[in-house]
């Protein structure tokens, strides 16, 4: 099966098959800016610039009185004690990332190639770009658990492939795509954060 490219004016090429013009590029011609506050500033609700509502009406996740939270989600030792601390690492042992150290938060920790995992393993082709794996910090138990993300690739622990989440202790060796790596927690039953 041959699959022709074309080439765009821009020099990319791409499936025509699959793209009605260069994804690179993008779509022209498209009016993409930020929106506007309404005219009518009867209606207006402080930080919803974007929606007008009738009078006296209270946005969706605004409580009377209250002004709503913009932003990200903050995590739980975030929000307890002001910053997203360590809580675990992991060490590459074998790969091209042989000898780098990866830090570990509470909660998720998303890996992956792309640069926005929390864990990115940039040059093993064979790690999917994004969530081939989960490893979860729970605060409340101070328990660690492995779990298989949505990649295509497989997620073994100690030579063991895995398909649910799986408690993990220390030391334990995790193998995503063509790499090694081993856990090292820092809290757990002797430490941890307050």
Same mark, same amino acid.
């Given at each position: &099966?041959?699959?022709? &490219?074309? %080439?765009?004016?821009?020099?990319?090429?791409?499936?025509?098959? !699959?793209? @009605?013009?260069?994804?690179?590029?993008?779509?022209?011609?498209?009016?993409?800016?930020?929106?506007?506050?309404?005219?009518?500033?009867?209606?207006?609700?402080?930080?919803?610039?974007?929606?007008?509502?009738?009078?006296?009406?209270?946005?969706?996740? &605004?409580?009377?009185?209250?002004?709503?939270?913009?932003? !990200?989600?903050?995590?739980?030792?975030?929000?307890?004690?002001?910053?997203?601390?360590?809580?675990?690492?992991?060490?590459?042992? +074998?790969?091209?990332? %042989?000898?780098?150290?990866?830090?570990?938060? @509470? $909660?998720?920790?998303?890996?992956? %190639? @792309? $640069?926005? &995992?929390?864990?990115?393993?940039?040059?093993?082709?064979?790690?999917?770009?994004?969530?081939?794996?989960?490893?979860?910090?729970?605060?409340?138990?101070?328990?660690?658990?492995?779990?298989?993300?949505?990649?295509?690739?497989?997620?073994?622990?100690?030579? +063991?492939?895995?398909?649910?989440?799986?408690?993990?202790?220390?030391?334990?060796?995790?193998?995503?795509?063509?790499? !090694?790596?081993?856990?090292?927690?820092?809290?757990? $039953?002797?430490?941890?954060? +307050?």
């Amino acid at each position: &099966m041959t699959i022709s &490219m074309k %080439r765009c004016p821009a020099g990319h090429y791409y499936d025509p098959t !699959k793209h @009605s013009s260069c994804p690179y590029c993008g779509v022209g011609a498209i009016d993409i800016t930020a929106t506007k506050p309404s005219k009518n500033q009867d209606n207006y609700v402080p930080g919803d610039e974007d929606v007008t509502l009738p009078r006296g009406a209270i946005p969706r996740g &605004m409580q009377e009185g209250k002004e709503r939270e913009h932003g !990200k989600t903050i995590g739980y030792y975030h929000k307890k004690i002001g910053i997203d601390p360590v809580v675990g690492w992991l060490v590459c042992t +074998e790969g091209v990332d %042989r000898g780098r150290d990866y830090r570990l938060h @509470s $909660e998720k920790n998303f890996i992956g %190639r @792309s $640069e926005n &995992m929390d864990v990115c393993i940039r040059g093993d082709e064979t790690i999917s770009r994004e969530n081939h794996a989960i490893i979860s910090f729970n605060p409340k138990n101070n328990t660690f658990k492995l779990q298989p993300g949505d990649g295509r690739g497989l997620v073994y622990l100690n030579e +063991e492939d895995i398909d649910v989440p799986t408690h993990i202790k220390a030391y334990d060796v995790i193998e995503v795509g063509q790499t !090694k790596l081993i856990f090292v927690p820092f809290c757990g $039953e002797i430490f941890k954060w +307050e």
